[in-house]
Nanobody, 119 residues
Framework: QVQLVESGGGLVQPGGSLRLSCAASGSIFYLNAMGWYRQAPGKQRELVARITRGGSTNYADSVKGRFTISRDNAKNTVYLQMNSLKPEDTAVYYC?????????????WGQGTQVTVSS
């Protein structure tokens, strides 16, 4: 099993910044892609950003140019730097990692961290 601990959420004013962190621990075999998803009230969970082990990234159109995903493979940690935050970014943000075990990918989710953008 892989455990994920997220941190860095909170309340911020529009235009502000936050940095989310997600650290993986436990019985890790090989962490493949790592990513951040979010779910706003009444909406489906959506991909925010994803990064492969080699560093290739992809972003939701709504966050391109404002958010940056990165990872530290030595620390099994993924980060999400969020700048120029907007009220519509308000959501619970979830970390997800893919652990590759004997050719099979296993997905693990964090518990979620609340991000609220409001004046």
């Amino acid at each position: 099993q892989v455990q994920l601990v997220e941190s860095g959420g909170g309340l911020v004013q529009p235009g502000g910044s936050l940095r989310l962190s997600c650290a993986a621990s436990g019985s890790i075999f090989y962490l493949n892609a790592m990513g951040w998803y979010r779910q706003a009230p009444g909406k489906q969970r959506e991909l925010v950003a994803r990064i492969t082990r080699g560093g290739s990234t992809n972003y939701a159109d709504s966050v391109k140019g404002r958010f940056t995903i990165s990872r530290d493979n030595a620390k099994n940690t993924v980060y999400l730097q969020m700048n120029s935050l907007k009220p519509e970014d308000t959501a619970v943000y979830y970390c997800k990692v893919e652990d590759l075990r004997v050719g099979i990918l296993h997905d693990y989710w964090g518990q979620g961290t609340q991000v609220t953008v409001s004046s």
